[in-house]
């Protein structure tokens, strides 16, 4: 997972390498880090451990995800227009499928280019339905490759963005 920090009026792309779903470490390269620190949500400082290679400074940090931006649920029954309370700020999106196969046929519209997550916690499989009609023309899903069915089995995720100009989601 990517994000943008601001750094010296420029924005630098920061990664979170998940150490489990609720917690990872932002590591920012940069040959001066006097223009930005990592804080607690209380702004008291995290310590912050700074590693060298070949002269650039890699600063990291734990960090924490906000519980609102992982959402579990249990489903069982196909996902039209799919829209679980806190989908609208979820960076997760873990679904629990023990009711056969269940279709993911489309999802609430986002706004512009939003990127998720979606996790099948399993144990059965869920189905993304290529532009089916059983979701409304804003929420399908385009699957990788145009396929009609793309099967995301127990364990597997893909990602999700949403693509404004054409109103639909892409499976990339």
Not at 135 to 145: D, H, K, L, Q, Y
């Amino acid at each position: 997972m990517a994000f943008y920090l601001m750094l010296d009026d420029s924005y630098t792309k920061a990664e979170i390498a998940a150490g489990g779903l609720d917690q990872g470490t932002v590591y920012v390269a940069s040959d001066d880090s006097e223009y930005f620190s990592f804080a607690n949500a209380d702004g008291t400082p995290k310590p912050v451990q700074t590693v060298s290679d070949g002269g650039t400074k890699v600063e990291s940090a734990p960090v924490e995800i906000a519980a609102t931006s992982i959402v579990t649920e249990t489903v069982t029954v196909d996902l039209d227009n799919y829209n679980p309370t806190g989908f609208d700020t979820a960076i997760v999106v873990m679904v629990t499928n023990n009711s056969g196969i269940i279709n993911l046929t489309g999802m609430v519209s986002a706004g512009d280019y939003r990127k998720f997550t979606f996790y099948n916690a399993g144990p059965d499989d869920i189905r993304s339905k290529h532009l089916s009609t059983s979701s409304t023309v804003g929420n399908r899903i385009f699957n990788r490759g145009g396929s009609l069915n793309y099967t995301i089995s127990e364990g597997e995720s893909v990602d999700f963005l949403y693509d404004t100009a054409n109103s639909r989601w892409i499976m990339i």
